[in-house]
């Protein structure tokens, strides 16, 4: 398989906050493994990611809505980062547990660093948003329309829609000593708004809190006989600007602005609970009231109110962010639905159903054929699907053990395990209430499998159950036969046409009788069981791992490892890629967010390569590849080069040991090499530099390819 990497095109200190350069160790000098210098801090690792997301609104390979769409992803993205990241830094501080991890900076470093990089790449967020998007958004017709540009038309509409549908629900705070500030919920909307006069109790209270009603949307769609074409959009914080007054008669309101406040939205529950269900139900209500870590207000927010609102939050300036535009712009993402262009999104496509399970009626005759492996989503989710309806429906199915990391509301899937248990199946659910921002909905579809007779447990207090895994008993010519779906993605078929990942079914008796031992494990109680095929987290994964990574080193220059997965965190899983890099094994990451290797240093890592790879779908899938002299080992897994991943969660890596299915395999790996246009290649001083196709050599990017390899269709 290819080493080579395709030419790059170097992205400037304008284009990418980076950590300051590091200095190489000279050849021939003895490398310590555990120098902090060695390694990249996580936080800023992960705020990279993010920013190559945002890259993506300038990239015009991309449609122009999806462009915009992905300005709203790094939105969403940047708030779970402030939510978990940015909180869990701020409770070290807090409660003084300090930690510091290998690259050895301290909690307080990594705020002022991420403050710093942060508030850059929010500006060129804004910067990108108002004079690219928009603009170009109005080349195709497509209005965001400010107050200013209101026709009379337009403005008597606005206000009819503000007397009909905001003023009877939103509800303004005056703020005096029987009216203290209000609890806000996290990431809601609101407004300060300065006042003059007295009220009608005689109060001059200066000033107010205006929450936006979270009912109503965010972005409006102006009707078409009101406008003179084309595709017309306000704001409902420029529809409550306009009448604010209205909300304070008798009072002069000098000004109106826009805030967000992001709390604290990670759930600590202690591992000796009775009852989890319970505990997370208050938890989560506690969720929306965390303490503050960001705050967003507009750029024109007089510099007293700001102030006023940082003393409230006890926040700092460095946790201030003021913003040329709506404060929460993932809710542009409504701008799909709103607008009819299809000619400014992705075309759409028709996953494909691979030949085997096409010509079978049943999907156990397909499986009992040969193995299948699904890649999604260009192949599609529906098999799974179909393979637990068959199984819910067929009389010779007995039992059903699946685990549900995220599953969706309405899911198909938990429709089918509920079907199966009220035909009368043994069936078992291990449901993972802490799934992070999926908790209600998962305590949701627990309800509901209960009421229709299936078993729920949750999984093992202190150890998610993060691995995918469906097994099936069938009795067949008099025996009983196990048919196992594993995968590295969620049962969650709105997923599967965003993610890319594999699913793979098979009788192998092997795995089938290790599938069943470790539900086992998570249903009952007692000592780890021995297993044959697969890897299992946190018992054998971590130590198979860098024991594979240990025998590819021993062949040296024959060595040859690949990995992809989500991230790579973890010091033992580095320290032993960084002795088989001494070793001259050559080895490729192509990892898509965090990366705390550091590559390309001499006598250190000079045979790693760490590409990320950034497109249309989210990267997902996890295959560990070792060479092994022509005898490949092959296998994906749920789980990512993590410390929770190998030993905080119950993750499963699985054999692909078809000759077929290796080769296939190959070819996606190859692909994700050889992409020369949606890859960015992690340099030894921390910064990415994004791949651009030679003079010329076509574009190259590996979705594109595998979408045309698998559905026949370019794009």
Not at 98 to 127: F, K, N, W
Not at 346 to 369: G, L, N, T, V
Not at 580 to 597: F, K, M, P, T, Y
Request: glycine share 6%; hydrophobic share 40%.
């Amino acid at each position: 398989m290819t080493t080579e990497t395709t030419k790059a095109k170097a992205v400037t200190s304008d284009d990418l906050s980076v950590p300051a350069p590091l200095e190489v160790p000279p050849v021939g000098e003895q490398v310590n493994l555990d120098a902090s210098e060695n390694w990249f801090n996580r936080e800023l690792s992960q705020l990279q990611f993010n920013y190559r997301v945002l890259k993506q609104a300038m990239d015009p390979a991309h449609p122009l809505i999806n462009r915009l769409i992905f300005c709203c992803i790094f939105s969403s993205n940047l708030d779970e980062f402030f939510e978990i990241r940015v909180a869990g830094l701020r409770e070290q501080l807090k409660y003084g547990r300090e930690t510091v991890g290998a690259d050895g900076i301290q909690p307080e470093q990594a705020l002022t660093e991420i403050s710093r990089v942060a508030h850059e790449y929010i500006d060129e967020q804004y910067d990108i948003l108002n004079n690219v998007l928009f603009p170009e958004l109005e080349k195709e017709n497509i209005h965001f329309i400010r107050r200013r540009e209101w026709t009379p038309a337009q403005a008597e509409w606005v206000r009819n829609y503000f007397d009909e549908e905001i003023l009877p629900v939103v509800s303004p705070i005056g703020l005096d000593p029987s009216h203290p500030f209000p609890r806000l919920v996290n990431k809601s909307l609101n407004f300060i708004v300065e006042l003059d006069g007295k009220d009608a109790f005689g109060r001059e209270t200066g000033m107010a809190i205006l929450p936006a009603p979270r009912s109503l949307p965010r972005l409006v769609r102006l009707p078409d006989e009101v406008c003179d074409g084309g595709e017309n959009l306000v704001f409902l914080s420029s529809m409550i600007h306009a009448h604010a007054d209205e909300l304070f008669p008798g009072m002069e309101v000098k000004g109106c602005y826009q805030f967000r406040l992001t709390r604290n939205a990670d759930l600590e529950l202690e591992d000796d609970l009775e009852d989890l269900a319970s505990a997370l139900r208050g938890e989560l209500l506690s969720r929306r009231f965390g303490d503050g870590v960001r705050l967003e207000v507009a750029d024109n927010c007089p510099e007293e109110l700001v102030h006023f609102l940082l003393r409230e939050f006890g926040l700092a300036e460095r946790d201030l962010y003021r913003v040329n535009g709506p404060v929460n712009l993932t809710r542009l993402l409504a701008v799909s639905g709103l607008v009819e262009r299809p000619d400014l999104t992705y075309s759409s496509f028709s996953p494909a159903i691979p030949r085997q399970i096409r010509s079978k009626e049943s999907m156990f005759d397909a499986i009992r054929k040969r193995p299948i492996l699904l890649s999604h989503p260009f192949e599609n989710f529906s098999s799974v699907v179909d393979l637990l309806r068959q199984a819910a429906k067929d009389p010779q199915v007995l039992a059903i053990r699946q685990t549900l990391y995220r599953a969706g509301t309405g899911s198909e899937i938990v429709e089918a395990l509920a079907d199966a248990a009220r035909r009368g199946k043994e069936v078992t659910a291990v449901v993972e209430l802490r799934a992070r921002f999926s908790e209600a909905e998962n305590l949701e579809l627990a309800s509901r499998l209960q009421e229709a007779g299936v078993i729920v447990v949750y999984g093992v207090v202190g150890y998610k159950t993060h691995a995918k895994m469906l097994l099936i008993v069938r009795r067949e010519e008099g025996k009983l036969s196990r048919y196992v779906h594993l995968g590295t993605g969620n049962y969650h078929a709105g997923n599967a046409r965003l993610y890319t990942d594999y699913s793979f079914m098979t009788c192998d008796e092997s795995i089938g009788d290790d599938v069943n031992k470790l539900f086992q494990q998570l249903t009952g109680m007692g000592k780890a069981l021995k297993i044959k095929k697969l890897f299992h987290a946190p018992f054998s994964m971590h130590k198979r791992l860098i024991s594979l990574i240990e025998r590819e080193a021993g062949y040296g220059e024959d060595g040859r490892i690949i990995f992809k997965f989500n991230a790579l965190t973890d010091a033992q899983l580095i320290k032993a890629l960084y002795r088989a890099s001494q070793a001259g094994v050559q080895i490729d990451l192509i990892v898509r967010g965090i990366c705390c290797l550091r590559p390309g240093v001499p006598g250190l890592s000079d045979n790693i390569r760490v590409r990320s790879i950034v497109g249309r779908f989210l990267e997902h899938t996890r295959i560990y590849y070792f060479q092994n002299k022509g005898k490949p080992d092959v296998y994906c897994a749920s789980a990512d080069g993590m410390e929770r991943n190998m030993l905080s969660r119950i993750e499963v890596a699985f054999p692909i040991e078809e000759p077929a299915l290796i080769a296939r395999l190959q070819d996606d790996l190859e692909a994700y090499l050889e992409d020369n246009c949606q890859s960015w290649v992690l340099q030894p001083d921390g910064s990415y530099i994004q791949n651009q196709p030679a003079e010329g050599e076509p574009r190259m990017a590996a979705q594109l390819v595998l979408l045309e390899r698998l559905t026949g269709k370019s794009s």
